[in-house]
Structure formats: C-alpha cells, structure tokens
C-alpha cells in the first residue's frame, strides 16, 4: 500500500484529531505552523497549554493529538510562502492538504481549494470550519458550538444548568468526519484520477448527531423529550445511575424482557406491579419506579449488584474514573505509545479501531519548526535557498 503523505495547516484538535488518525495508519503527516509574528508565542497555541513534558512548546494537551508527525514553519501571508508551499505539495507528492482556520482566510494564505487543485490536480483538500464557508468568519471552537447545536441544552440535571460534556466532542466528530471524507475521496480518485474538496462544518456534523431529538420537534413532541434529563434514558425506563451502598451503578432496561429478568432478582421483586409490566406503563410511574429502584441499590454494594445483573443479563457498568478506564483489560492491551526524548514511554488512547500490521507506537512529537528544513530539502531547497527564506522570515526553525 502506498504510504500518503498529508499536509495539514492545523492548530488546536479538531484537525490534529483527524490528522492523528492518518499518522495511526503509518501514513506521513507534515503540519504546518505560522512563522513567528512577535505577537505571543509561535505556532499552534495548543503546545503551551498543560504542563511541561520536556520544553516549553510540548506541553501535556499537545502531545497525544500530535505523535507520529513532522513540524514545519511558514510565513503563508507572504506569497514567497505560498509560491513554497505550493513547491511542496508538487514535489512531495502531497495526497491531502487540510486546514483548520476560518474560511475567509483561505484566499488571503492561498490554501484555497482552487488555488492548490491548479498545481496538483489530483490533491484532495479538506477544511474543518465551524459553519462552513458560508459564514466566514465564524471562529469554531468545541464549547461554543456545543451551546449552538443544543448539546448544553440536553446535557445536564433537569433542574440544573445547560452543562457542557466532558470530551470535546465535537471537535472529535468534526475530525472523524475528516477521516471519513478523505477515505471516500481517495477511494473515487483511484476510480477517476481526480482531486477533490471537503468542507467540514462543526455545526453540521454536530446536528447531524441530533438524531433522537431534533426530528421529535414533528411529531408535536413534549418539551421534556429534548431538554435536559440528567442520567436518566428519555425513552427506555429504568435506565440511570442509581447509589449502591459504596457508590453507584448504572443500568440499562431496554425491553420488557429485561425487566422481567431484573424484577425476578428477589432484591428487585418488589419494585414491580401490573402496570410497569410495559415501558409504557413504566413511563407513566417513572418517578416512583426512580425512587423504588434507588431504594433496593442503596443496600447492596456495587459489586453485588453487578454480580446479580451479569446473571439475569442486565446491561450495567460501575461509573469508572479515567484511571480505572486505563486499566480495563479491553483498554489496556491497545494502548498507544510514544517516548519522550529521555525514554520515558507515554501511554495514550487506543485507535478507533484496530488496523492489522500498524505501529501503536508513534514519534514523540516534533518541536516547532523543527524538520522544516529537513523538508525543504527533500523538496530541493538547496541550503543556501533555506538560508536565504529564513533569513526573510518565510520560513522558521
């Protein structure tokens, strides 16, 4: 399989998300980064958010989305910038550009579709933005469409505050759909030979996730069906957190089979009746069945319940910390890795899905700039060329 080469003019995750995601399957991806402004600190604002891991521009958020890759610094506002960067993606045989800034720039850094389709017209191109390029200047940043597309809406106790998830998901989904788009279009270029363009709009990926509640709002739904309703299931009663002697556990009804299972359980006999025999009478006792059920797990410690559930084929799970995820034997055995420059192994999330013969463990990440002139080079910049555009400010490191 021929090893792709992706560049990608990336900042924050969404896009490095995306990126990781290619750099996963051993394919080379080469970010590219501003040249130095002397407003703030160079590059992705991303490397100095966290603590130190070994410098100050790899820091603790920056690493994991950003193994495996190479660094690159230009001054793309200049048009010796673009006129190179267009030299790279000819002579490095670049697959895929990508970015991740406002649309409205796309012209004025000449990272437009049209712009790099004209010297490389295979090139896929890929643009994550947070409306798309019908609204240009709209900055994309995961909380705030998280309020716009009405996930703090449904996130959240009923009677609490619009609340924000705990994974930045949409800049996650925006990535995936990134991942999802390029695969297609390469898979039509091996058809027809031809290039093509993604936009990416965080808003609508977003939406599109929107699938349990937005159609409701035709079916003359109840407003409780699309706000906020804290761990509970909106549909399928009982489904929630319910406290345990030492904690809390969460359990899933989703047939009338499994309540009649859960309800044979002699702890949980006497939470049932005649009318709680169908998730519809069910709906209609959902708070008394809440307090029922709390009533029995209060006595039991998780496990012990956890033991009856797996019996009666109950799904449930114990509410597990990040360090107790890690260690899940599920989790555990595909981690990925990366080292740092002292050796010490660094272990990171597994990949979506397993891929057979790739590395799980990727390069430490690249500090700024750092193979710029590396890459150059292997473009056929001769030295005293990458001496003179550095020296210019076109390029940096």
Same mark, same amino acid.
Request: charged fraction near 20%.
């Given at each position: ?18 990126? =990781? ?19 703030? =600190? ?50 490095? #045989?670049?697959?895929?550009? *990508? *970015? ?109 996730? =929107? ?9 003359? *739904? ?6 906020? *309703? ?17 904690? $809390? ?7 009338? &089979? ?18 709680? &025999? ?17 009533? &029995? ?11 009856? $559930? ?51 463990? =990727? ?7 750092? #193979? ?26």
């Amino acid at each position: 399989m021929k090893r792709r080469t992706v560049l990608a003019m990336e900042q924050a995750l969404s896009l490095p998300y995306a990126t =990781l995601r290619f750099a996963q399957l051993g394919w080379r991806v080469i970010r590219i980064e501003s040249t130095p402004s002397g407003e703030g =600190l160079p590059g992705d604002p991303n490397r100095y958010i966290g603590g130190k891991v070994v410098d100050d521009d790899r820091r603790t958020y920056f690493i994991a989305p950003n193994v495996g890759k190479e660094a690159i610094a230009i001054n793309l506002k200049d048009p010796q910038g673009q006129a190179l960067l267009k030299r790279l993606i000819v002579d490095l #045989d670049v697959d895929v550009f *990508c *970015c991740n800034t406002v649309p409205k720039r796309y012209r004025q850094l000449g990272i437009d579709y049209e712009s790099l389709s004209a010297v490389k017209p295979d090139l896929i191109w890929a643009g994550i933005s947070a409306m798309g390029p019908e609204y240009p200047d709209a900055p994309g940043y995961d909380p705030v469409i998280q309020a716009m597309a009405g996930y703090m809406e449904l996130t959240g106790p009923a009677d609490g505050p619009p609340t924000l998830a705990g994974v930045p998901l949409i800049d996650l989904k925006a990535g995936d759909e990134v991942y999802a788009g390029v695969m297609m279009a390469l898979l039509e270029r091996a058809e027809s030979g031809r290039g093509s363009r993604i936009d990416v709009s965080m808003l609508q990926a977003a939406a599109s996730w =929107l699938i349990t509640t937005l159609p409701l709002l035709d079916f003359d *739904c109840d407003p409780s069906e699309i706000t906020r *309703c804290g761990n509970e299931h909106r549909k399928f009663i009982p489904t929630n957190v319910y406290p345990t002697a030492d904690g $809390f556990i969460y359990m899933a009804i989703g047939s009338d &089979v499994q309540w009649r299972r859960l309800t044979e359980i002699p702890w949980f006999a006497p939470v049932a009746n005649a009318v709680r &025999v169908t998730n519809e009478g069910r709906h209609q006792e959902r708070e008394a069945i809440h307090r029922d059920m709390a009533a &029995v797990t209060r006595q039991h410690s998780t496990a012990a319940i956890a033991t009856e $559930f797996a019996k009666a084929t109950i799904p449930h799970a114990p509410i597990h910390d990040i360090p107790a995820v890690r260690e899940m034997a599920a989790v555990s055995s595909r981690l990925t890795t990366t080292r740092t420059p002292a050796g010490k192994t660094v272990r990171m999330q597994p990949m979506a899905v397993d891929v057979p013969g790739v590395a799980t463990e =990727l390069s430490f990440p690249a500090k700024y700039g750092a #193979d710029t002139l590396a890459v150059l080079q292997e473009a056929g910049f001769t030295a005293a060329e990458c001496t003179g555009l550095k020296e210019q400010g076109i390029i940096a490191g």
